[in-house]
């Protein structure tokens, strides 16, 4: 397919493309640099529509999070509490429990589960959390934990890396979020959570979980104080990860939204930048076999819009999203399935129900 290019730049990049040859760091330092959108978006499309034709995927999904009481308390976090703060909760077994078996009409196939580092809980808690979701939702995938819980459930257990990950297996664990990451960068680190495990431990955890069969989503959290090199540094490391592993599933570009935290000074990203993630990911990750648009991070609209620009999954339902909404997102927390598709369907793509592992997931119709 012949592309005409503003940024004559990007011609190399897409004669590298049409090649399937790995792009370089140099590569994904013009990409961000850019100001030919509509060029870039056409070569990130290229592949995504190799990879997945017009399909575009999504999920029934719920999301639970279980405490936002935190002992880290990041810069960039509106979610985090501390104990005795107006809003913390910590919500009990019978509490979950009431609240999936309120939504027990909803037919989801995931879970989706993540919470503070609450020091008040036992390592207990976590695995009857999943063995209480287990028997009420028996045929769900669970996917729960980012590699920062991981860490501190090991510490808190008092186990290796290894026997926390089979124990929450045994518990039911299925797959795990990508969130934790960040940005993989000792610099962003130290400014932003400096108590949060750094690049080297959430490579080394993420690398032991797949190792133990378990999946897991990716992601970087842009639009604060990273630089472009230090985004696409943070691509190449998963990219290597990944060339190792092959345990990533997905790729999520989470927009930053600052208000209620501590850089509330910083603007919203735009969407000229939200665009340029996803299409940056498209073409830097170029063993990762999914991108994800989240709409809960960008908004309904420009995720559709993303769907052109590398992106073939808008994430799931959801039912009721807190983090981000705490920070300011002006999206929906939930979606309906019928919702998700009319937006995929809007955009101009087949929408695909799939599970947590990409199988399309046919449901008799009403």
Not at 317 to 334: L, Q
Request: aromatic content about 8%; overall charge negative.
């Amino acid at each position: 397919m012949h592309i005409s290019f503003m940024d004559e730049r990007l011609e190399a990049i897409y004669s590298k493309v049409l090649k399937n040859s790995r792009l370089s760091k140099e590569d994904g330092i013009i990409i961000y640099e850019t100001h030919d959108l509509i060029g870039l978006g056409r070569m990130a499309n290229h592949i995504r529509r190799s990879l997945h034709g017009n399909m575009a995927f999504y999920i029934y999904n719920e999301h639970l999070n279980y405490t936002n009481i935190c002992k880290n308390r990041c810069r960039f976090c509106a979610y985090a509490k501390d104990k005795a703060e107006d809003g913390a909760y910590v919500l009990s077994l019978d509490d979950i429990e009431k609240r999936l078996r309120a939504h027990l009409s909803e037919p989801i196939t995931e879970m989706h589960i993540v919470g503070g580092l609450n020091e008040a809980l036992g390592f207990d808690y976590y695995i009857d959390l999943l063995k209480t979701i287990r028997k009420i939702r028996p045929r769900v995938t669970i996917k729960a934990f980012t590699c920062v819980e991981i860490d501190y459930l090991s510490h808190l257990a008092g186990l290796s890396l290894e026997e926390t990950i089979a124990r929450l297996k045994d518990a039911g664990l299925d797959m795990m979020p990508g969130g934790g990451a960040e940005v993989l960068n000792s610099r962003i680190q130290e400014a932003l959570f400096p108590r949060k495990i750094g690049h080297g431990r959430w490579i080394e955890i993420v690398k032991a979980v797949h190792k133990a069969g378990i999946k897991t989503n990716a992601t970087m959290l842009y639009g604060h104080i990273e630089t472009i090199e230090e985004r696409v540094d943070h691509l190449i490391s998963l990219r290597e990860v990944q060339d190792e592993t092959h345990g990533f599933s997905a790729f999520i570009p989470l927009a930053f939204h600052s208000k209620n935290t501590e850089l509330s000074h910083l603007p919203p990203t735009t969407a000229v930048d939200d665009l340029k993630n996803v299409a940056a990911a498209r073409l830097m990750l170029d063993n990762f076999e999914h991108i994800k648009a989240y709409w809960v991070m960008i908004g309904e609209s420009l995720a559709q819009v993303a769907l052109n620009f590398g992106a073939d999954d808008l994430d799931g339902t959801i039912i009721e999203e807190r983090i981000t909404h705490t920070a300011g997102a002006k999206s929906a927390k939930g979606l309906t399935r019928t919702q998700m598709k009319d937006l995929i369907l809007a955009a101009g793509f087949q929408p695909v129900e799939r599970d947590s592992f990409y199988h399309p997931v046919n449901r008799m119709e009403s």
